[in-house]
Structure formats: structure tokens, C-alpha cells
């Protein structure tokens, strides 16, 4: 008897609590959640969608509350950015109010490329440089016959080169003196000893007055990349020859191994010598001795990084005219040479055999290079 009370007593009050939250009751001044309550609100937030972006402010129901204009500039963070809200339109035909109704872009389709060399095509070999593969660690490395099926690192020579940056640079354009204070750095695993040099003589041994192909073209130097993220290319034209013709090679120095930058986390940044922070251009013209000719000079050298001050005289091109001068997108062309030893532990990353020379004697590759000064 006590059992069926109990049952009884259960199925009144399951009975209370389903009548209550149908009807949607109030508890402590809030509505009660039902489900008539939920389905209610979503049929409201679709149709005030549908009368604002189709039907406009005709027939919308007077119990939709509107969103004013002046609550959406107060919350201008809230609002989807052009790009956004052009993006949501290829997926649904009604613009969104906020960035809560954004849905998620499907991902653009990739096109996987691959590379071939033409000799090896011209030869009837496929001659697959690089093969993508969603799977960069797909394949065995150790087959020759599958080169190609797999991600390979950037070996092109372009990171075997020292680097040499301009840092600093000042003109006195009255007496046709420039100074610059070049920045080499090492950029391999390994050691590397060089110098810089002027650029090359072209005249033959007997110094006769044949003419050969200069140096540098002029055509090459009419549009200088000087700025590959905001493509700023500028104008140049060679200096004279005589201001490089008398640049003496300046000492060997050693670069170290390139310093791992993630490694070198937490120990601080190393500040530059004395001699670089010091160095001022219109000081290295005024110490200039009256009638010395153009000069090179090793600064300072630390870690994998060394300064190189270029001092020049009677600099003004040959051919330089007005059009030059009112030119302010036109630079001062100077050729110069890098000069890298091979051997003895010396630049060993870029694959160069030692010639067979003398000990003392140093086998020397000479790149050339431009430096542009206004």
C-alpha cells in the first residue's frame, strides 16, 4: 500500500513540473526554459533575418525587437570587415549583421607543382627536380630512383655566399667623396676566410687599349630590385674609374661558423664593437688625407660577422650629367670584389676543391659584386 502512495505521489509531482514548464512559468522574475521557449526565440531570429535582408521593414513583426543603427556603431569590433562579409556571400545570399553569423570558408585549392630539369628533358629522362607529396616524410631517402617523391632542402648556392649588407653611408657631393660601412656575414656551418678587393683589371698584361666588355652593363643597371617586399626598384650608373682603380685589398679576415639563433634564446643580444657604433661617415671623409686616393679598411670582426669601411674619391661618373643629378631615383654604382680562400678549413660548405698550389700559396675565388650609394 505504502509502495503504490509513493508511486502515486511521484506521478503527481512529474505531472506539476510538465505543466509548469509548458505554460513557461517565471522563477525569481526569469522565465523557465522549455522547449516551446526555444523554439520559439529561434523562429523569432529567423524571421527578423528574413524581414530585414529580403522583405525589408515592411510586414516585421512588432514584437521582434529591431537593432538600431547607433547600437552597432557602438561595438564596431563586433561588425565583419568588408573581406568577411564579401567571403559570406558565396555561401549564403544573406549578408551578415556581426561576425557571431559568419560560417566557416571552405580551404582554397592548392595546386601541387613539380619541378624539372631541362637538360635531363632534353636528354629524354624525366628529370624530376621536386616532387610535392602532402606527406613530406613519404618515400626512402636512400633510393636513388625516388629523388623526386619528397621535400628536399634549399641547396642552391645563393646560401653558401656571404652576405654583405650596407649599414652606413654619407656623401660630401661638393669634393665628390663617398664613404659606406659594408656589414659580411657568414652564413654557413663552417668557417670562412676572405677580403674585399676592387673590382677586377680588364686591360690585358701589355696594357693595351683594346676595348673590352666592361664589368657591369649599363643595361643592368637601369631596374635594381633593391626592396623585394614593396618592389622598389631604383636607377644607377657607374662610378668612375679611377676612384676604384686605386682600392687597395684589405687584409684577410675569418668569419665563424653562422651562430644558431635558437640556440642563442635567453642569453641576450651581443652589442656591436665600439669601432661600428662610432663610425660616422663625414668623419671617415674628413680623416682622409688631401690627394690619398679611395681606401678600404677592415673596421671590426666579431663571431660570424665583420665591417668593412669603403672610402672614395672623385666618385662622379664619367658620364654623369644633369639628368643624374635631378634624378633622385638614381644611385652611384660601385663595383667591388669579394675574395674567398679555399682550402685549408676555409669555406668548406660551398664544395670547392683546392687547386694543387703551393701551401703558402692561397687559392682564391673572386665574386663580384655592386654597391649602391646615394
Not at 1 to 7: D, F, I, L, N, S
Not at 65 to 94: D, N
Not at 185 to 193: F, G
Not at 305 to 323: F, H, I, K, Y
Amino acid at each position: 500500500m505504502w509502495a503504490k502512495k509513493e508511486q502515486e505521489e511521484g506521478r503527481r509531482k512529474r505531472m506539476m513540473l510538465g505543466a509548469i514548464s509548458t505554460k513557461g512559468g517565471t522563477h525569481n522574475g526569469e522565465q523557465s526554459w522549455s522547449m516551446e521557449t526555444l523554439e520559439k526565440s529561434i523562429l523569432e531570429k529567423k524571421k527578423g533575418l528574413d524581414s530585414s535582408y529580403v522583405d525589408g521593414k515592411e510586414g516585421l513583426d512588432p514584437s521582434i525587437e529591431v537593432v538600431k543603427p547607433s547600437s552597432i556603431m557602438e561595438t564596431p569590433t563586433k561588425l565583419p570587415t568588408p573581406q568577411q562579409a564579401a567571403a559570406q556571400m558565396t555561401l549564403t545570399t544573406t549578408a551578415p549583421r556581426s561576425r557571431s553569423d559568419l560560417f566557416p570558408l571552405p580551404v582554397a585549392f592548392r595546386a601541387r607543382l613539380s619541378r624539372r630539369c631541362r637538360a635531363e628533358l632534353a636528354a629524354g629522362r624525366t628529370g624530376i627536380l621536386i616532387k610535392p607529396k602532402l606527406n613530406p616524410l613519404e618515400g626512402d631517402t636512400s633510393l636513388r630512383a625516388g629523388h623526386g617523391q619528397w621535400w628536399k632542402k634549399d641547396s642552391s648556392a645563393l646560401h653558401g655566399v656571404p652576405r654583405v649588407q650596407l649599414c652606413r653611408h654619407g656623401a660630401d657631393l661638393a669634393g665628390g667623396k663617398y664613404a659606406a660601412l659594408l656589414n659580411v656575414k657568414n652564413p654557413t656551418l663552417n668557417m670562412i676566410r676572405l677580403r674585399f678587393s676592387g673590382p677586377p683589371d680588364l686591360k690585358k698584361d701589355g696594357g693595351e687599349s683594346e676595348e673590352l666588355s666592361p664589368l657591369v652593363e649599363p643595361r643592368e643597371l637601369q631596374n635594381i630590385l633593391v626592396d623585394p617586399f614593396t618592389e622598389t626598384y631604383v636607377q644607377g650608373h657607374l662610378c668612375s674609374s679611377d676612384a676604384t682603380a686605386s682600392l687597395s685589398p684589405t687584409e684577410f679576415f675569418s668569419l665563424d661558423p653562422a651562430d644558431d639563433p635558437f640556440l642563442d634564446i635567453g642569453k641576450g643580444r651581443q652589442d656591436d664593437p665600439s669601432g661600428v657604433r662610432d663610425w660616422d661617415a663625414m668623419s671617415a671623409i674628413g680623416a682622409l688625407v688631401e690627394g690619398r686616393a679611395s681606401q678600404m679598411r677592415l673596421v671590426a670582426a666579431q663571431g660570424d660577422t665583420a665591417w668593412v669601411e669603403l672610402v672614395l674619391c672623385d666618385a662622379a661618373s664619367d658620364r654623369e650629367d644633369s639628368s643624374h643629378d635631378s634624378n633622385a631615383n638614381s644611385y652611384l654604382a660601385v663595383p667591388l670584389g669579394l675574395q674567398i680562400e679555399v682550402g685549408n678549413g676555409s669555406w668548406e660548405a660551398s664544395l670547392i676543391k683546392r687547386r694543387d698550389l703551393a701551401e703558402e700559396e692561397q687559392d682564391l675565388v673572386t665574386l663580384n659584386l655592386v654597391t649602391l650609394l646615394r
